[in-house]
């Protein structure tokens, strides 16, 4: 890693600057509980920073700036607050190649491939949610002659997103913006494993907004985000992350009955026709298993069901493509694949590689290399594996692994390969592969998912809706729709004329 290169100078320099605090009230805090926690980079296992350690008290005092804030925030015009997230939007694209740096070292990420792209979409959230503020719009209702009747929409209140650290500055831009847009003031708690990029875009949103209106703590889910959703100022939760912790927090909303949206777990099939394009259908299977992000993606192809007269072919293929890929330094240009985010990941990641290993009928590929640079020899790197021979009801195929590993399944029968894509807890996403346009709406009309791709697979994008079903959630955001049906409340006003 090369502190001679500007961008990552200045990350590290950040870590350092950014170490121990919380940002709310529009200043970086000091953390009130007197704790903290070490920041270490998966790739090399140094600390890099130190991060503030949230607690009850520090959630209080940043609610009472949140809910401060509100009111004022709420009164502006929706154009003149998207006005603002617009000018952070010029502000993040500015600041891209740092907080990109600042990403690859706190998570492991590799710089190209993952970390530069979700820092232009960070940015590009920001600018998509800042046009909308006109779209706040209420409806006339044609009840009574006599009668003025219409809707209104008005921000909630104050709410709390909490995020993960698997894709952290765009799952939080896809909570912060709508509703800062609608007129809410946000807590964000950042998720332990990925503080320091998070504080960072939060620092550079809070320069230009009112202060209280963007608010972040860090710290861990049972001391931080534990008060933080029981808190009874909060109007709202969005979460991304585990189902376990979803359900959590949906038990938390449901006390005090204030709404949620739920984006959680997924085991996103990808359906392979006969009649597919074999070298379009590996590009995409290559970007798909989202192994350029060590599969740490809810919307990772995890499950591919291939035909079988194109079964072999399509393993070999997609094992020369994923053997050409680098797996080394965040930082270097040259690295395609990182490390996994923790140990405790890494664990997980290799008890199912056992699993696999140890099943009958099963094969396993391991793919490219593992790095040998000496500082590297401790980094959480594992090899990609594609599984073969695994059954639709194995734990494999079942289970969300979030690591580099994906099961291919054959089949014969188109019906038997969409029955099986829709024998799964989750219902995140899916994408069909096949050159004849009856399979194609087939297959999309009966898959059970929330975001279904045909001959392409895109990552989530601002302006189309995204969210699950089934155990993958509740609500959609990334669009318009999540802005108006996830952070404001209709109100119905009636005017009697006569
Ligand atoms: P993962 O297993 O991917 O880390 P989690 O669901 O545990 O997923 O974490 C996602 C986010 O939820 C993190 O910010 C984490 O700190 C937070 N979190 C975990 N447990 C709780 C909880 N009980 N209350 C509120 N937030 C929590």
Request: glycine residues 8%; aromatic residues 6%; hydrophobic residues 45%.
């Amino acid at each position: 890693m090369t502190e001679s290169n500007p961008a990552i100078a200045a990350a590290v320099a950040h870590l350092r600057r950014l170490s121990n605090k919380h940002l709310y009230g529009g200043k970086l805090q000091d953390p009130i509980s007197g704790m903290a926690f070490p920041v270490v980079s998966p790739a090399t296992r140094k600390e890099v920073g130190s991060a503030a350690q949230g607690d009850a008290k520090d959630v209080e005092a940043a609610v009472r700036a949140a809910r401060a804030a509100q009111p004022a925030w709420a009164a502006m015009s929706p154009r003149a607050r998207g006005r603002q997230l617009v000018e952070a939007a010029k502000q993040l694209n500015d600041h891209t190649e740092e907080i990109a740096a600042l990403l690859a070292l706190e998570t492991g990420k590799a710089i190209r491939t993952e970390c530069r792209v979700e820092a232009k979409v960070l940015a590009d959230a920001f600018e998509f949610y800042g046009g909308l503020g006109s779209e706040l719009k209420g409806e006339t209702v044609p009840f009574a002659s006599n009668m003025l009747t219409f809707t209104q929409r008005e921000p909630i209140g104050v709410v709390a997103a909490i995020i993960p650290w698997n894709v952290p500055l765009l799952l939080m831009a896809l909570k912060i913006a709508p509703a800062m847009v609608a007129g809410n003031t946000v807590i964000v708690k950042s998720a332990e494993e990925a503080p320091m990029s998070t504080l960072y875009v939060v620092e550079i949103l809070s320069k230009l907004l009112p202060p209280g209106v963007v608010n972040i703590l860090s710290g861990d889910g049972p001391t931080c985000g534990t008060p933080l959703i029981s808190h009874p100022s909060i109007g709202k939760i969005t979460f991304t992350g585990s189902v376990a912790t979803g359900k959590i927090i949906a038990h938390a909303a449901a006390d005090r009955l204030i709404p949620t949206t739920l984006e959680l777990g997924g085991k996103s099939p990808m359906l392979v026709f006969k009649d597919a394009d074999l070298e379009r259908t590996v590009a995409g299977a290559v970007s798909g298993m989202r192994f350029t992000r060590q599969g740490q993606s809810c919307t990772a192809a995890s499950r591919i069901f291939v035909h079988n007269s194109l079964l072999d072919k399509f393993v070999q293929s997609l094992s020369d493509k994923v053997n050409a890929m680098v797996i080394g330094d965040p930082l270097d240009e040259k690295t395609d694949i990182g490390t996994i985010i923790s140990d405790q990941q890494y664990d997980r990641v290799k008890s199912y590689i056992a699993l696999g290993e140890q099943s009958k009928g099963v094969q396993a590929l391991h793919l490219s290399r593992l790095p040998q640079a000496p500082e590297l020899k401790n980094g959480l790197f594992i090899q990609p594996v594609i599984f073969t021979g695994v059954g639709n009801d194995d734990r494999l195929a079942r289970e969300e692994i979030f690591g580099p590993v994906t099961c291919v399944i054959g089949f014969d029968d188109d019906e038997d390969a969409i029955r099986m894509a829709n024998d799964s807890d989750f219902g995140l996403a899916a994408t069909v592969w096949t050159s004849d346009l009856k399979t194609a709406l087939n297959a999309t009309k009966r898959l059970q998912a929330g975001f279904v791709q045909v001959n392409q697979n895109i990552v989530v994008q601002p302006g189309l809706s995204y969210g699950g079903v089934k155990q993958s959630g509740l609500g959609k955001e990334a669009s318009l729709e999540a802005m108006l049906d996830h952070f404001t409340s209709k109100k119905t006003i009636i005017m009697n004329m006569d």
